[in-house]
């Protein structure tokens, strides 16, 4: 569990490093996210640590903070804070609702079932969750900002919850469930090999990591990536990969 929150922390910084010292006109770019700049992905993000944080530390009240935010559909109430405030004030906030998530972490009960928008989590794959979260929205900002972020292991953890996911892709879309096995082999940044899966399966998904990552947290449509999916299983899986909560989508907010 300490590596676990070493690494959310850690992919935390490495995005605050590329935001940290931004002049006021640049945080509003344009980002890949259909009617976002950058300030809208690091206030959706200062939103969501700030329930996370909650739901570890008062699960009671983030149920209620829930029922309140799902009320207020479909209005993105994540996105208020950063159009109201000036970078500074953002920044800001958004580093004490890490600091909060984090802190929230490390006295958690590791063996309890965490509260979220979708399924409850073990607290592992909420915290893997939130470093997802962190991933995809800093690919966002690093491609608006024209500044590569270079893949680390962490990735693993985003493939991990990619993977994870697949039930809930297909459910969401309304597929029928399928629990047909599926291997999945990814190339790490460092030249790892990274498995899920029965090696014996005949459906299979491979390539880089980096490529599995980007697609099931729809930052690269499956068109545009390198990965070879062999299997009816596999490609009715890809086809709708999607790594994090929400309604189905093409693209992430």
């Known amino acids: 569990m300490a590596e676990m929150i070493d690494d959310l922390q850690a992919e935390q910084d490495s995005l605050d490093d590329v935001v940290a010292l931004l002049s006021d006109d640049t ?8 009617g976002w700049n950058v300030a809208d992905q690091i206030s959706h993000l200062q939103f969501f640590d700030e329930r996370a944080a909650l739901a570890l530390s008062d699960p009671a009240s ?4 829930r029922q309140d935010l ?33 802190a929230a972490a490390v006295q958690v009960d590791p ?3 965490v509260p979220w928008y979708g399924p409850s989590m073990s ?17 966002d900002v690093g491609v608006a900002l024209c500044h590569p972020r270079v893949p680390t292991h962490r990735l693993r953890d985003v493939a991990h919850i990619g993977v994870g996911a697949r039930a809930f892709s297909l459910a969401i879309n309304a597929l029928p469930e399928d629990v ?7 190339l790490g940044p460092q030249g790892e090999q990274w498995c899920w899966g029965d090696e014996h399966s005949k459906d299979r998904v491979q390539g880089e990591a980096l490529d599995f990552c980007l697609v099931v947290t729809q930052r ?9 999916i062999l299997g009816e299983s596999a490609e009715t899986w890809m086809a709708v990969a999607q790594a994090f909560a929400g309604a189905p989508s093409k693209r992430s907010n």
Not at 123 to 139: D, I, N, Q
Not at 220 to 228: G, T
């Open 180 to 186: 047909s096995p599926i291997r999945v082999d990814l």
């Open 111 to 113: 063996t309890v079932r």
């Open 62 to 65: 983030f149920v209620v903070d």
């Open 123 to 139: 607290v592992r794959s909420f915290l893997t969750a939130r470093l997802m979260e962190c991933w995809a929205h800093g690919e």
């Open 27 to 34: 945080w509003l770019t344009k980002t890949p996210s259909p």
């Open 220 to 228: 690269r449509s499956l068109q545009e990536s390198q990965l070879h």
């Open 70 to 102: 799902m009320a207020r559909a479909p209005h993105d109430a994540s996105v208020d804070f950063g159009r109201a405030r000036a970078p500074h004030e953002l920044i800001s906030a958004w580093r004490d609702s890490r600091r909060l998530l984090i």
